[in-house]
């Protein structure tokens, strides 16, 4: 998986997020979010390890994510600009005033779907191809969360092996879903056939009845 965490947060408060495996990065998410300077619009990168959190804040909405180092930044970038459009269309005003993870139950699985999309369709990376370099990555700024976070001890990110088999579990149940709606469908088409095949054999029977030879009458 390229992407495996995103957050979705007002301030400091987090509405929503979801993580594709086990991993501490809501915790380093969460003390970016308080890191990330100014009030104003902004687009950074953090690097930690082999993975890089970006963020992307507009009118007062962040949208975080951790992707690989491998996955660069078009994708990521396109990604959070995707959930940022589709979280402000869903809930409008309501993201000014919402409680903490009031938004988690049901956005949650947007983020799940998003981020497969994002990491594993390569309609995602042919789209940023044709859209060329984001302009919500010019001028991104790349820091190291070490030093963003004030620690003097080094921050480790753990992340659960599991990933890959997490992502391919999900891709194995949705290739499930379409095969049972594939074979729904087949088994629907086969009964519509065979209700008219019927139909067709009853008209017959019925026409052959009352237009049939008359048998002669006895005297």
Known sequence: MTILYALVARG????????????????????ILEKVPGNGDSNVSYSQDRYVFHVKRTDGLTVLCMAEETAGRSIPFAFLEDIHQRFVRTYARAVHTAQAYAMNDEFSRVLSQQIEYYSNDPN?????????????????????????????????????????????????????????????????????????????????????LCHGPTLPSCI
Do not use: P
């Not at 400091?12 to 003390?31: D, G, M, R, W």
């Open 124 to 208: 995602a990376d042919r789209i940023n191809r044709i859209k060329g370099e984001l302009n919500q990555v010019r001028g991104v700024m790349i820091e190291n969360i070490d030093k963003v976070l004030d620690r003097g001890e080094r921050l480790q990110l753990l992340v659960d092996k599991t990933a890959n088999m997490q992502g391919n579990t999900f891709r194995f149940r949705k290739q499930a879903r379409r095969f049972r709606s594939n074979v729904w469908w087949r088994n629907c088409k086969l009964t519509v056939l065979l209700i008219v095949l019927l139909l067709v054999i009853i008209y017959i029977g019925v026409a052959f």
């Open 12 to 31: 400091t408060v987090v509405l929503s997020e979801f993580s594709v495996t086990a991993t501490n990065a809501s915790n380093i998410a969460k003390q």
